[in-house]
């Protein structure tokens, strides 16, 4: 019997399965690396998500840190839950991020203790909505949550004179400046003060008064240190305002005509600027600032160079020039670095004034080695 007497000759149909099953493992394959690499792409994007909301809950506490005494371009509270910390135990509000948004809830933990603040504990939810990410039940958006420890700073200004200035003062002329408090709320304070043969007074009538009415017992260096204002990081926009000129308009008498509430925060970097209208709040002029004719201000006046006042105006609340001595110097004894007042002044402390446009000072202050990463969320 030859060898080809065993030869299968019946093959047919055998193709047929051999391609399904090639077909089935390369499906399975195909299948298995889909499922891999979607995975592998979920992971990433959770991963990625994760971190945009750490980012998110970040700069969400930061700008509720800074921001949150101010108002928002349409004018509406930047803060819309924020209360009196000092009597109130919590508020919240949401802050809208490009991509998502932080919820941040401050929550007391200690209240005011003698001369010590009140301490909170401040958290930011972060959600990240730029992306979603399949879950068991339905899509969800990555959150994470952060916190910190704050103290509620109280301390605003440490008002000693109506008008106190580092550089001298040469008062020409009548008028009233007085260190009694207006708002009938504080001790009376001094009306001037300057450092030792600093006060120069030519003609007129001068009526100050305070407690005492003219306080010249300090030694320069005894003035700086009562003054209490670091200047520098003032200069270095400690303080944000809501107007800078050069770049903003000094905003209209209508504008505090309209709104009782409005005290801005008014930053000028221009030499020699003159106040163009009355107004409210706070005025920080990096050199020498001019006020003349009837314009009034209330609140608090801070001129680095000399103040140099004209005509017949009135400021309540309270005036420090010539602080740009505070970052370096000594002022002359002469009148050549004298602030200026001429003609009939009235410089009077009102201490209701100067808590409106210090309220942006009254902030919270994160307590150091306090930062919390991973805060579980409720």
Known sequence: MSFNSFKLSNRTGFALPLAILVITVVAAGLAAGFAATTSEFTANAAEKSQHRAYQIAETGLEQFLVLRSTKKTNGQPFCDHCFDPITADSEWTRVSLPGGYADIVAVKVRPIVGT????????????????????????????????????????TINVSAAWVSLSGLNKNG????????????????AGVMVDKGDLHIQGGSFYPDGNPPVDTSNTFTQLKAKVNIDW?????????????IPGDNFP???DFDADPDFWP?????????????????????????????????????LIGGMLTSNGNNTTAGATLSGLNFLIGGTPQTSSIDDSQANGQKTYVYNSCNVSSAATRLKRYVALPNTWMDDVAGW
């Not at 958006?141 to 952060?146: D, L, M």
């Not at 209208?277 to 001019?290: K, P, Y």
């Open 116 to 155: 010590q603040n009140a301490i909170f504990f401040i958290r930011s939810r972060g959600v990240d909505t730029s992306v979603k990410l399949s879950g068991a039940t339905s899509a969800t958006a990555a959150e994470r949550t952060v916190g910190e420890y704050a103290l509620w700073n109280t301390q």
């Open 174 to 189: 009548t008028g009233v400046i007085s260190g009694v408090d207006q708002c009938g709320q504080q001790p009376s304070v």
């Open 232 to 244: 520098a990081a003032v200069m270095a926009n400690a303080i944000t305002p809501d107007y800078e």
């Open 252 to 254: 209209p008498g209508s």
């Open 265 to 301: 925060v008014i930053r000028i970097h221009t030499n020699n600027y003159t106040l163009p209208n009355h107004g409210r709040g706070m005025i920080i002029a990096d050199s020498n600032f001019t006020i003349s004719g009837s314009n009034m201000w209330d609140g608090i006046v």
